[in-house]
Nanobody, 123 residues
C-alpha cells in the first residue's frame, strides 16, 4: 500500500507560481500512475494532471494545460506539480493519488490518496 502526503500549498496572488510536492511511502511509486486532482468548495473533485510510470507520458486538464507541469522522481518517491500563472479559479484543495492501472482521468480508479494541500489564489 502507498501512503502519500502533499505539501507546498498556500495563499498567493493571481499570476504567481507554486510547486506542490507529494511524498510517497510504503511502496515504490514506479508501480503507479500518479495524478493530481483538486476540489473546490461545493464542487466535484476534478482531474488536474497525471503522469505515467516513466515520465514521458503526461496528461493535463484543458484548464491547466500550458500552465501546470507534473513531474516524478521515482528514485525519491516524489511527485511534483509546478503551477504557473495561477488564477483565482485554481483555488482548491489539491490531492495527490496513485493508480495501479492505466492512465485515466477517473478519480475513482485511483486508490491511494493524501489529505490534500490548500491552494488559494487571490485576485
Amino acid at each position: 500500500q502507498v501512503q502519500v502526503v502533499e505539501s507546498g500549498g498556500g495563499l498567493v496572488q493571481a499570476g504567481d507560481s507554486l510547486t506542490l510536492s507529494c511524498a510517497a511511502s510504503g511502496r515504490t511509486i514506479s508501480r503507479y500512475v500518479m495524478g493530481w486532482f483538486r476540489q473546490a468548495p461545493g464542487k466535484e473533485r476534478e482531474f488536474v494532471a497525471q503522469i505515467g510510470r516513466i515520465d514521458t507520458n503526461t496528461d493535463y486538464a484543458d484548464s491547466v494545460k500550458g500552465r501546470f507541469t507534473i513531474a516524478r522522481d521515482n528514485a525519491k518517491n516524489m511527485v511534483y506539480l509546478q503551477m504557473n500563472s495561477l488564477k483565482p479559479e485554481d483555488t482548491a484543495v489539491y490531492y495527490c493519488a496513485g493508480n495501479p492501472g492505466a492512465l485515466t482521468r477517473d478519480y475513482g480508479r485511483y486508490e491511494y490518496w493524501g489529505q490534500g494541500t490548500q491552494v488559494t489564489v487571490s485576485s
